[in-house]
T-cell receptor, first 114, second 113 residues
């Protein structure tokens, strides 16, 4: 089945530690996105990538980094500079087009601080 | 920057009652999307509206796009327990590419059986 796979489902981070969240898609989509969701909040865009080897900062990029070396993969690193990393992280992808194509989301990763 | 506001933030209804959530943008939107997120799940695309004044229906769900393309609504007739979840609207950044969406904070719907 085609889809977006995020791993791990749950992740715990120690103080001062960097952690990487995985996002893989086999939908052959060009564009990929990372969102952060806090309780009672909407989805806030962290980073997005429209094509391999290119990515742009979203609204809350500080303390995060990404790479896009392959079309299928868009990993997100939560660095120690992100002082409040506890949240639900969602990866999404879509195919660009003349209209706003819908985004397809993975099941998410819940990150907590130990 | 573009803002998308949704009201109400929460809505609790008895099963069988109707429900409506409203979405307002600070700028004119070229289109608007609606998503549903079940508790513990991920957002799932419901529908996209493109034309001014457009109305689309999906069974008990009715979606409207305002004439000025700055507001939208989702109405559910005779709610069921399966309707529980958070409903988000989302629009593209004004003047930007179609690759970025601004999401509202969502309306959490709970249904008492």
């Amino acid at each position: 089945d085609g889809g977006i796979t995020q791993s791990p489902k749950y992740l715990f981070r120690k103080e001062g530690q960097n952690v990487t969240l995985s996002c893989e898609q086999n939908l052959n989509h060009d564009a990929m996105y990372w969102y952060r969701q806090d309780p009672g909040q909407g989805l806030r865009l962290i980073y997005y990538s429209q094509i391999v080897n290119d990515f742009q900062k979203g609204d809350i990029a500080e303390g995060y980094s990404v790479s896009r070396e392959k079309k299928e993969s868009f990993p997100l690193t939560v660095t120690s500079a992100q002082k409040n990393p506890t949240a639900f992280y969602l990866c999404a992808s879509r195919n660009p087009g003349p209209r706003n194509q819908p985004q397809h989301f993975g099941d998410g990763t819940r990150l907590s601080i130990l | 920057g573009q803002q998308v506001m949704q009201i109400p933030q929460y809505q609790h209804v008895q099963e069988g009652e109707d429900f409506t959530t409203y979405c307002n943008s600070s700028t004119t939107l070229s289109n608007i999307q609606w998503y549903k997120q079940r508790p513990g799940g991920h957002p799932v695309f419901l529908i996209q509206l493109v034309k001014s004044g457009e109305v689309k229906k999906q069974k008990r769900l009715t979606f409207q796009f305002g004439e000025a393309k700055k507001n939208s609504s989702l109405h559910i007739t005779a709610t069921q327990t399966t309707d529980v979840g958070t409903y988000f609207c989302a629009g593209p950044f004004s003047g930007g590419s179609n690759y970025k969406l601004t999401f509202g904070k969502g309306t959490l719907l709970t249904v008492n059986p």
